[in-house]
């Protein structure tokens, strides 16, 4: 499976699960300038922009020029930048409205979190951060093993980035700077209607775990096999307002 093919498999589950409620914090506006980091090809758009009042352009970042290729937010005037968004100023971000990620937070090390809490708090308007992993799975049929596997999942993630930490990194980076945050759970609940994303998440999931702790893989065997009846997947969604005043 391409990464794009994975993207458009779990974009109805991430629909589901990101948190509308954030969304009525929002201020007003006649105009949004909306710069979404980390686009893929434009799901977090594709959910947010029937749920906003008002004109709409939407600026769409992303390292990935195949993928800023075929990215779009139907309806709405929408350009694309390929950059890498650690390196973002505010600069960059000037005249936006709202600022937006999707499932980006975990794939972030601790000094580049830093810099672009920084950098959007610096932009001076809302930052709307979905779907952030933070490292708990409930899987169904339990398995004795599920916990092991999740903890060393975990390990492998934050090997090389902040992983489980970010969005708890994020908050603390953004009331450091102080700005407002809300925080609202936004869950894959996965059952019988996502079973092909819950299988490749499940391989995936797996053999990350297998890969931080071999000792695991010997077990893994008739683990991986196993049909799951539901999984349901904790992320977190913080929005970040500005103090008043800024
Ligand atoms: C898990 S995907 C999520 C995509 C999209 N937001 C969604 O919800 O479908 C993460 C995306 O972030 C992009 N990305 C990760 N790190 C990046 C960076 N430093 N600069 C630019 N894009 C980055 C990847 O190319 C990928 O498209």
Known sequence: MTFREWLELREPADAAARSRELVEHLPATDRHVIHDL??????????????????????????????????????????????DITQLSAADLAGATL??????????GDEELTRL????????????????????VELDPPDPRDQRMAAAFNGHQRRTTLGPDAATAAVERFRELGAEVFLRPSPWQLG???????????????????????????????YSQRRLAHATVDHVDLLALPRSGR
């Open 192 to 222: 019988s209607s996502h079973t092909e994303l819950m299988a490749e998440w499940f391989r995936g999931w797996v053999g990350a775990a297998c890969e931080q702790q071999p000792d695991l893989a010997a077990e893994a065997g008739d």
């Open 99 to 108: 600022i937006t990620a999707s499932a980006l937070l975990d794939m972030l």
């Open 38 to 83: 980390g686009c893929g090809t434009g799901s977090m758009g594709r959910w947010l922009a029937p749920l906003l009042s008002g004109e709409q352009h939407w600026v769409l970042h992303d390292r990935d020029q195949e993928l800023l290729e075929v990215a779009d937010v139907p309806g709405h005037s929408v350009e694309t930048r390929q950059s």
């Open 117 to 136: 809490v920084g950098t959007c708090v610096d932009a001076g308007c809302p930052t709307l951060f979905t779907l952030s992993v933070v490292g708990r």
